[in-house]
C-alpha cells in the first residue's frame, strides 16, 4: 500500500483529491466561522472560538489525506486559557497543519502573504491572527502590540522564533521576538518540536509527499519575575530543548 502511494501517478491524484477537499472545507468553514465571531463577538473579544474552528480544518484535511500522518505527543497544560507564548521549529508550511493537530486555540504570527490567499486570508481574519508584514516601517512593534493584546484576551499565542522554515532540515538560530513578548507579559512559554513535515509539500511542487509527522509538546517554561535582560539566556534555554528533541525524534524514526 505505502509502495502504491508513493507512485508518481497515485500521488499527483491523491494530491488533486486533497487539495479540493481542502478547498471545499475551506468554503465550508467561511460562513459557520463568520456566525461564530458575530454571536461571539460581545463577549470573546480575542475570537477565541473562531479560530478554534478554524483551526479544525487541519484536524478535518488530515483524515482526508493518505499520505499524512500526524501524531501529537505529550499533553498540552491544563489550562490553555493561562495563556501562554507557544514556538516550534519550522520545517515546511505543513508545520502550521502538524501543530493544529493540537486541540488548543492559538493566535498565529503569519506571514502577510497568507492574509492574501483566498478564503485562508478571511479566516485568518476572523480568527484575529496576527499579520507580519516582512520589512515594512514598525512591523516587529504592530506584532509585539498585537501579540500583547491577544494574549491579554487569554488567547494563546504561536511563534516560529527562527523566523522562516529551514532551507536545510538543520535548525536555525532564534530571534528574540518571541521571548520578549513572552517576558513582557510574564506568560509561560510551551515549546514545541515538529518532525517528519520537510517532505510533505516539496517547494515549487504542488503535489503532497509521503508524511509521518511528529509533534512533542515539552513542558512550559515559567517566565515570571524575568526582565528584558533574561531574553538571551531564555531563547538560547529553549532553542537548547528544542535541538535536542528534534534530535531524539529523528533518530528513533
Given amino acids: 500500500m505505502t509502495r502504491a502511494l508513493d507512485s508518481t501517478f497515485a500521488r499527483t491524484l491523491i ?8 478547498a471545499v472545507l475551506l ?3 467561511v460562513p459557520i466561522v463568520a456566525i461564530i465571531r458575530l454571536v461571539t463577538m460581545p ?15 487541519a484536524r478535518m484535511h488530515s483524515r482526508l489525506n493518505p499520505l499524512w500522518t500526524f501524531t501529537v505527543r505529550g499533553t498540552f497544560p491544563k489550562d490553555p486559557r493561562l ?14 497543519l502538524a501543530i493544529s493537530q493540537i ?4 493566535k498565529w504570527v503569519a506571514k502577510s502573504t ?9 479566516l485568518l481574519m476572523l480568527s484575529r491572527d496576527i499579520k507580519l508584514v516582512r520589512g515594512a516601517k514598525g512591523a516587529g512593534a504592530r506584532v509585539y502590540t498585537e501579540a500583547a493584546e491577544r494574549l491579554s484576551t487569554r488567547s494563546s499565542v504561536m511563534l516560529f522564533p527562527e523566523g522562516t522554515r529551514s532551507a536545510t532540515g538543520e535548525l536555525g538560530e532564534f530571534k528574540d521576538g518571541a521571548f520578549k513578548i513572552a517576558i513582557e507579559a510574564q506568560a509561560p512559554i510551551v515549546p514545541l518540536v515538529v518532525h517528519g513535515t520537510r517532505n510533505a509539500l516539496i517547494k515549487h511542487d504542488w503535489r503532497f509527499g509521503r508524511c509521518d509527522a511528529t509533534v512533542q509538546i515539552l513542558d512550559p517554561i515559567p517566565t515570571a519575575g524575568m526582565s528584558l535582560d533574561d531574553v538571551a539566556e531564555l531563547r538560547e534555554q529553549v532553542r537548547d530543548l528544542i535541538a535536542e528533541t528534534k534530535a531524539e525524534l529523528a533518530s528513533a524514526a
Avoid: C, K, Q
Fill in 43 to 57: 463577549f470573546d473579544r480575542g475570537a477565541y472560538w473562531a479560530g478554534y474552528t478554524f483551526r479544525s480544518v
Fill in 114 to 122: 497568507f492574509f492574501n490567499l483566498p478564503l485562508v486570508g478571511f
Fill in 103 to 106: 486541540p488548543i486555540e492559538m
Fill in 83 to 96: 495563556p501562554y507564548v507557544v514556538v516550534s521549529n519550522h520545517e515546511s508550511f505543513v508545520d502550521m
Fill in 27 to 29: 468554503i465550508g468553514l
Fill in 15 to 22: 494530491s488533486v483529491y486533497a487539495w479540493i477537499s481542502f
